[in-house]
């Protein structure tokens, strides 16, 4: 009988591919396309496949492959491609969030490309400087190949391809004969969520796509004697008009955001626009090209399960990357939601006249349409020298800790600025640095302060635009900041409602005014092609004004031919050139 039970054990394995199956019989497929029965277990998890013994079979086994040191190995048998890209991302390296940092720190006079993350690992923490300390404590938690173990009190975040493409957890279900392994699921079909586990701070894009913003600490409305609108323990939110593209389609992030735009196209880029593959004009004003020239988007509509592949495709204009969910349909546009495969109609660029002005080319859409913008002014950053916190990267607590306190958050019409693209963009406080230093004794060292703005696009896109009063005599959106705009016989005056001084900041300007209204700048921007407008363009905006006094409407018949109307104008052939006259 010993014997029988023996010769079974040896059939069985010699049966079966691997030995793991033996005892891993019940573990369920993370997807279609990684079947068990095909792959193994010990293709992405290693161990010894060949053995009967437990502890020899676990040997130099890796519970999570997708940690990118283990991907390198198991998952680049298949995706070699990807975890290259991965690898060398900004996602990945963080150096982009690291070298603006040191730049706004004032320890480099430019922005220059660093390593990062691994730069850090393997620099002995007593001789980081500042920046780099504040970088490992408090930002370099949302490394995409951070040790997930180590999160407790934050949403759990890293574990490198999973970080994103994990759609559930692992479960373990026993009984008296057997123990069910639910193996976690991954997908190609990213859950906006995961999106949101880091994009929450900084720019805070995550939350005002769909409709949050971060409030300063009010908890309300109270439902059921609870405090309501959390973030997480400690933060709470408003809700405010979400972007059209999620309130009118549902759209998760990455039905706008392609594969290498995300994942990286295998470059080192300095800032995460270079990385960025997607504009608006890629599916508003869409390039069609055949599907059948892009063999990658015959394999990404493979995985998805849900789309299949049109004929025409949409192509990014930035980097040549099919979108294998915009598809021509005849004269329409069609944009496919990759969860389910719903489908929109997605509405064209308009020809209208001022879309098409000269004087407007230097717009980027976010500049009209995006609703509103998160601004937080005054990040009062406090470092004492003899405490100690967590270290992000060493996994271990360090000798010094950071504390964060926030002046004032607010919501508002977004300021605009040239952007890093050259294009009239909105901005925001990005981030305004007032740094106190405590020494080993207490005492407290020479503070110093760096206000910094950036241009970016909010991610809150309405379907109606900015009105032309907004952009044209609104003090904040020229970048004087909130107050009283006049423009008389004397020139252009500005009172600020925000008073600097009367709050104790080392600044004389308002702490939410760029520029003044002579058009020198404040503040500075860690992109080399934005800034403020100059007291020209000031001027220039200004002056439109006294024209959408009377023609305020984009329907306005001046509009129509508007180089016609200039012309009227200038040969004093139109009511309003005449009047002047007087």
Known sequence: MKYFFILLLISSFLSSKESCINCHKDTTNMDSFHNIKDMGCASCHGGNKNSLDKADAHKNMVLNPARLEHAKIFCAKCHKDIINRVSNSIMNSMSGVLDTLKFQFKETKKITQSGGIEELR??????????????????????INQDEKIFKTYTPRGGG???????????????????????????????????????????????????????????????????????????FYYELPADIHHSKAGLDCIDCHSEVGVMGDGKKHLHMEDALDISCNDCHNPTFKPSSNYPKAAMLSALNGNISLAKEIAITAKKGTPLYNVVKDGNKTIIFRKRDGKKFTISKLSNKPYHNLEIHKRLDCSACHSKWIPSCYGCHEVYFKNGKQYDWIKHKKTKGQWMELRTYLRYESPALAVGYNKKIMPTAPGCQVLMTVFENNGSVSKPFHSFAYAAWSPHTISKSARDCIDCHFNPLTIGLGNGVLDINSSGITFMPYYDSNRSNLPISYPIDALISKDGVQFQSFSRDNARGFNKKEVKKILNAYKCIICHGKYDDKIYKDFNLSKKRFINKDTPCAKELLK
Do not use: M, W
Request: aromatic share 8%.
């Open 122 to 143: 393997a620099k002995p923490t007593y001789k980081q400087s500042l920046a780099e300390d504040h970088f490992s404590k408090l930002c370099a938690a949302c490394h």
């Open 161 to 235: 391809c999973a970080d994103c493409h994990r759609i559930s957890k692992a479960k373990i279900i026993k009984s008296s004969s057997s123990v069910k392994i639910i193996h976690p699921k991954f997908s190609t079909k990213i859950p906006s969520k995961n999106c949101l586990k880091c994009h929450n701070r900084s720019n805070r894009i995550g939350l005002s796509y769909f409709g949050k913003f971060e409030s300063e600490g009010y908890g309300t409305p109270y439902i059921h004697g609870k405090l309501s609108h959390k973030l997480d323990k400690s933060r």
